[in-house]
């Protein structure tokens, strides 16, 4: 049981370019969630879903893309990457349910120059 | 204002100090409530779940006020291990979808 993982754990991009960062999850967990963390600014949601097949915007979803095709799969784009994205990226899961508590992965650092 | 607000720290205590964080949220509509831990460039982790009727795990005490709409959390006989970033999570949304994250408060246990 991996739990939730995330690829890859480092990248640097160059301005403009896009990458697709991947969540995956083997806990049969509903819920699947993007987040972003900047020094001082705490976790911030990016997009999350509630099913397979289902997305919705965050607090901060400009210049992001997200599909879920596959229940266990959580994928996050950059179309166009750009300085201001440079981040790291926690992606989280969970069961439905208002009791229930999310688990993370352990993170990818984004460097965009 | 932020849904869920926090002293950011840093609070620098001593080995065996006990130190409180508080943690106030906007709506009063809010389902669940939690406290993670989120070491030094690591993801976050469930520390523990935050009761109505306030909860203990060890050395961790939670209050939950929801007349006042504030978390609590209780460190008693702090250790070095205990440094650590501490995360207030609250679930709100219909079934409680929505996850509102704490900024944190930094905390500092010295020997």
């Known amino acids: 049981n991996a739990g939730v993982t995330q690829t890859p754990k480092f990248r640097v991009l160059k301005t403009g370019q896009s990458m697709t960062l991947l969540c995956a999850q083997d806990m049969n967990h509903e819920y699947m969630y993007w987040y972003r963390q900047d020094p001082g600014m705490g976790l911030r949601l990016i997009h999350y879903?509630?099913?397979?097949?289902?997305?919705a915007k965050g607090e901060v979803p400009d210049g992001y893309n997200v599909s879920r095709l596959k229940k266990q799969n959580f994928l996050l784009g950059l179309e166009s990457a750009a300085p201001s994205q440079t981040s790291v990226y926690f992606c989280a899961s969970r069961v439905a349910g208002a009791q229930e508590t999310q688990y993370f992965g352990p993170g990818t650092r984004l460097l965009v120059l | 204002r932020k849904e869920v607000e926090q002293d950011p720290g840093p609070f620098n205590v001593p080995e065996g100090a006990t130190v409180a964080f508080n943690c106030t949220y906007s709506?009063?509509?809010?389902?669940?409530f939690f406290w993670y831990r989120q070491d030094c460039r690591k993801e976050p982790k469930l520390l523990m779940s935050v009761y109505s009727s306030g909860n203990e795990d060890g050395r961790f005490t939670a209050q939950l006020n929801r007349a006042s709409q504030y978390i609590s959390l209780l460190i008693r006989d702090s250790k070095l291990s205990d440094s650590a970033t501490y995360l207030c999570v609250v679930n709100m949304g219909s079934g409680g979808f929505k996850t509102i994250f704490g900024a944190g408060t930094r905390l500092f246990v010295k020997a």
């Open positions: 879903s509630v099913g397979e097949g289902t997305t």
């Open positions: 709506n009063s509509a809010s389902q669940s």
